[in-house]
């Protein structure tokens, strides 16, 4: 009866030692688990959201990948905002206009300082079409001035003809507009367009264009139009007091050239 009362004892012992088994082998296995799983504890997208995963079989970092090889600041383009460079080399705007270089000539600068002196061959205002549609007055310098007057073409070197421009307002003149010049070259110049030299100077002195009435030149569409009063020296003079024989303006043999004195453009699409 002794022996048989050791028997729970000893059951009990090794009901322990099972129990205490059990756990040691299911913290083994959790232990290995969590050794085969490095990520499982942090997620390395979350401090570096361009680091590799090395924990899954697809980056999930991919998709959102400010540091991907395709940068916004590409060749194509070179504006764009630039989220993993340091520096910004956009920022300078290589993609904004650049101001227009200024045009160099002496004789329209010289002549916008000066033609308020000349002789004013129209007291009213004419209005030009050829000219973006604006009131115009036309003085002639000491060259220009005997010979225009006279009727006597051609106009010798040196003459110049500056055109004063105004906005239409309301059926009259309004705020300055563009000073259109022509000034006669030695022969030679352009023989093709008898010489004729043109430029436009902005209201506040600045030369916008300047060259002659060649294939090319800024200023060729100036010479296509005054072509049509080739019987006056390429001078039209209507509504003035200069001798000329009347000319109508004939079509350009590209009416829709680009026309950059003309505010409104004939050729343009319609809205």
């Not at 129990?19 to 504890?41: D, Y």
């Not at 002496?106 to 004013?120: N, S």
Request: glycine share 8%; net charge positive; aromatic share 6%.
């Amino acid at each position: 009866m002794r022996q048989l009362g050791r028997w729970p004892t000893v059951l009990g012992l090794a009901g322990l030692l099972v129990v205490a088994s059990a756990l040691g082998l299911e913290g083994a296995w959790h232990g290995a688990k969590k050794a085969q799983q490095p990520c499982a504890a942090k997620n390395p997208c979350a401090a570096n959201p361009c680091a590799a995963n090395p924990c899954a079989a697809k980056q999930p970092c991919a998709a959102k990948q400010p540091c991907a090889p395709k940068q916004p600041c590409a060749p194509k383009q070179p504006c764009a905002a630039q989220p993993c460079a340091p520096k910004q080399p956009c920022a300078a705007q290589p993609c904004a206009a650049k101001p227009a270089k200024p045009v160099k000539d002496k004789v329209a600068e010289a002549t916008f300082k000066e033609y308020k002196g000349w002789k004013k061959v129209n007291e009213k205002p004419v209005m030009s079409a050829t000219h973006g549609n604006t009131w115009v007055f036309t003085y002639l310098n000491k060259k220009a001035e005997g010979p225009a007057l006279a009727g006597k073409f051609p106009l010798p070197a040196g003459a110049i003809l500056a055109k004063e421009s105004f906005q239409d307002a309301g059926g009259k003149p309004g705020a300055p507009g563009t000073l259109f010049i022509m000034e006669k070259r030695k022969k030679g110049y352009d023989s093709a367009n008898n010489d004729w030299h043109y430029a436009t100077v902005s209201p506040d002195g600045a030369v916008a264009m300047s060259g002659s009435g060649k294939a090319g030149s800024p200023t060729q569409f100036c010479a296509g139009c005054h072509m049509s009063a080739k019987v006056n020296d390429f001078v039209f003079g209507n509504g003035t007091i200069m001798k000329v024989k009347p000319t109508a303006l004939q079509a350009p043999a590209q009416p829709c050239a680009a026309q950059p004195c003309a505010p409104k453009q004939p050729c343009a699409p319609k809205k």
